[in-house]
Structure formats: C-alpha cells, structure tokens
C-alpha cells in the first residue's frame, strides 16, 4: 500500500512537471481560443508547477509548516488556514479588487518563512497563535501566487474555472511536498527522541538562514 502511494505521488510529480506541450501550445495560440479541457489543464499545471519546482520559497513555508509536529490533525488545521487565506487573496487580486507591490509581497513572503522557522526552533507543537500567524502570512502568500497568474493572464470566456484549477494546481503541489516530505523522511523519525534536536531544529535553522538571504536579496 505504501508503495503504491509512493508509486502513485510519483507519476503526479512527473506528470505535472514534465509535461510541457499544453504550455508550448498556449506561447503560441490564444488561451481563449484552446479548448476548455486544454485550457483548464493547462491552468491546473500551472498551479501546480507554480510550487514544484519553481516555487522554492513555498516549498520551504509548507515544510516549516509541516515539520514542527507532523500530526494530521496539526496538519490539516494549518494547511485549511493556508489555504482559505490564499485563496481569498488569490480571487479578490484576480478580480482586481485588491492590489500590493510584486517586491514588497516577496520579501513579506521570506519573512513568512523566517518567523515560522524561528519558531519551530523554540516551539515543540502547534499553538493557537500560530493558526492566525499561518492564516496572514497565507494572504500574503496568496498575493504571490496572483502575480504570477497576472502575468499570464486568464482568459476571459473561462476566468473562474481556470482560476479555480490554478488554485488546485497549488494544493496538488503542496500536498506533493508534504508526501514526499513524509514518506522519505518523517515517517521514519517522528517518534524518535531526537526528532526536535536532530530534524526540527537542523531543517528549520537551514530553512531560516535561506530565507534571511531572501529577504536581503529581494531589499
């Protein structure tokens, strides 16, 4: 069973990442003109390859996210918050109702990042607070994924249904980072008693020191 939810994650990744005949088709033709099963793949490979492999920043929050106490429930709360919040922030950016600076978003993004990997240095499980902290920095992380959907642009006869599947790209890539996380490691070590010291606490330093370059690169 294991190896079949192995198997299967796998084939997802290499579907959404290597596939690229639906991107060259759109570089070429106008979206609008694409079928609305061509153009809905397209939007949903775009979400989802907007977190693997080029969302690294990402990546990193959802770890962070994920690390400090790998329990479902935990992970389920943070990730629902995550998600509404980027959600919200993703349609009304889209709709135009409300805008932010691409940079200034970036370097809130690496700031998210940051404070989350502090944390987990001088935390052992999931506060209440930290479900609010998740659900703002999930805002800000929703504004990031709009810059990148406003500079593709989406079509104006499928704007909600390829809105929608962008946003599901993004969950697809999530949940994706957070399987693989688990199976190749977390699995295996989160009952250990070294799990804080020698996982938590290594993964979340690294993570934070990434995230401090950010921030400076994107000043």
């Known amino acids: ?107 809130i993004i690496a700031i998210s990042i940051l404070y989350v990997a502090i944390e987990n240095i001088f935390s052992s499980k999931v506060k209440p607070s930290r479900i609010a902290v998740v659900f703002v920095f999930g805002l800000i992380h929703g504004l990031g994924f709009a810059a990148v959907l406003s500079d593709i642009g989406l079509p104006q006869n499928k704007f909600i249904s390829s809105l929608l599947m962008f946003n599901v790209g993004v969950e697809f890539g999530q949940i994706a980072v957070i399987a693989a996380l688990y199976f190749t490691l977390i699995k295996w070590v989160r009952n250990a008693w070294f799990y804080k010291s020698r996982i938590v606490i290594p993964l979340s330093i690294i993570i934070g020191l990434v995230s401090i370059y950010w921030i400076f690169e994107r000043i």
């Open 1 to 107: 069973m294991q190896f079949k939810a192995k198997y299967f994650l796998l084939s997802i990744v290499i579907f959404f990442t290597a596939t690229n005949n639906l991107l060259a088709h759109a570089t070429v033709m106008d979206i609008e003109q694409m079928s609305t099963t061509d153009t809905l793949l397209l939007f949903l490979q775009l979400g989802f390859q907007h977190i693997i492999p080029l969302g690294l920043d990402h990546i990193l929050f959802i770890i962070a996210l994920f690390i400090i106490n790998p329990k479902f429930k935990d992970i389920l709360i943070q990730a629902t918050a995550f998600t509404i919040a980027h959600t919200i922030t993703l349609g009304l950016s889209m709709f135009q109702i409300i805008k932010a600076p691409t940079a200034i978003v970036e370097v």
